[in-house]
C-alpha cells in the first residue's frame, strides 16, 4: 500500500530522531479511517518530548509526508497563492455574496457548479432565511484557501492540512479539513465575516476552478453568537462550570462554543482543537453522545436518551434531549412520558437549571418521527 511507502519515511526519521536524544512515542493507527496524516496529526504532535530538535524533526516529518505520492489532497493557504488566484477566489466569493444578501437565489444558481444548480432548493432555503439579517451587510474575507484533489475518482476521506504545524499541532493560521467522497478537483475555501444589525454572521463559500471561473460548490451560513453571545463567553463558562464541578453544563457549553467558532463543519483549527480537548476532558459518562445511549430511569420505566444538546430558540439557550420511544400515536401519552423525563432529568442534574431557559424533549419512534413538548424551566416542578 502507498501508506506503508510513507511509513517507512516517517519511521526513519523518528529513528534519526532519536539519536538526538528525541523520545518519539510511534503507536499503530487503530482506526480504519485514519490515514497516515491523521496518524500524524492524532498522534506524532502529542507526543514529541521537549528538546531542542523536536520542531526540526516534526517538520521533517513532515515535509516527508508533504512529497509522499501516498495522498492525493493538497491545500495551499493564502500566502502561497499568486496573486490573480487570491483575487479571484475573493472576487467570487464577494460576488456571490452579494447576491445572497439580495435573496437574489436564481442569479447564484447560475454561477454554480452543475451538480448543486440540479439540487438547489436547501440553498435556496438557507438564502430566504438569512437573507433579513445579511440584507445590506457588506463582508469581509478572510485569507482564503486552496484544496487541491487528484485522482480519478472521488476521495472516500480528503484530508487537507493547511499552513504550518508545530511541535503541539496546529498552529494560529493553520487549518485541516476533512471531506467525504470529494470528487478530483480544485477548490477553494473562502470564508466572509459579514457584521449585521442581528450581530455578526459567517458566511461560508466552497467554490470549484471550472476554466478560469470559480463555481459555487458549497454555502454554509451561521450566525457567530447565540442568545447575544459568542464563542468565547461560552467557553469561559465552561470553564467556571467546570471549576463548579457542573461538569454536564460544562460539556454542553463547550459544545456550544465549538459550534460558534466553526464556520464549516469539516474544519478544524487551533482554536477548535483546545476547545474539542476541553470538551472531551468533561464529556460525562453518564450522557449519551457518540452513537452511545444513556438509561434514564423514571418510576418503572426506563427511557434510552439518544442525544443531550444546546440549542438556540429565540433569545435563549434551551436544553433539547431526544430517547427511543415504541410508538408517539397517543401524543397525550408521548407528552406524559416525556414531561417524566424533563423531571427526572433535572432531579437527577440539578445543574442544569443554573444553564438552561427551557427544556424540549422529543420522543423519537423508529420510523424517526418526532412528538415534541418544551417547557420553561421554571415550570418544570
Known sequence: MADDGARVQLLALTGICAERTILWEIEEVTDANCSLKCFLRDRLFLTVRHGVWAPICAALVLMALSASTAFAESCQTANELDEATRSALTNAALRDFGLIAKGDAASLRQSAIASLAAGFSDIEAKIKESQPALAGAKATARPPFVLVAEGAAAIPRAEFFCGVFGSKGQ??????????????????VVILDAPTSKGPFTVSLILQQQGSD???????????????????????????????????????YNLQAISLVSPLPFMSTAVTDKLYDDSQKSQPADFPADGKTADLAAGTATYKLTAIFPEVVGNDLDLIVRYQASDISNTNQAYQNNVAVMKVLLTKYPELRDAFAAVVVRAVDPSGRDYGTMLAMKDIK
Do not use: M
Open 171 to 188: 498552529t494560529r493560521d493553520s487549518a485541516v479539513f476533512t471531506l467525504n467522497n470529494l470528487p478530483p478537483g480544485k477548490y477553494g
Open 214 to 252: 470559480w463555481k459555487l460548490g458549497g454555502l454554509y451560513i451561521k450566525g457567530a453568537q447565540s442568545a447575544g453571545h459568542d464563542s468565547d463567553w461560552f467557553a469561559t463558562r465552561a470553564r467556571e462550570f467546570q471549576t463548579k464541578g457542573q461538569k454536564h453544563n460544562a460539556w454542553l
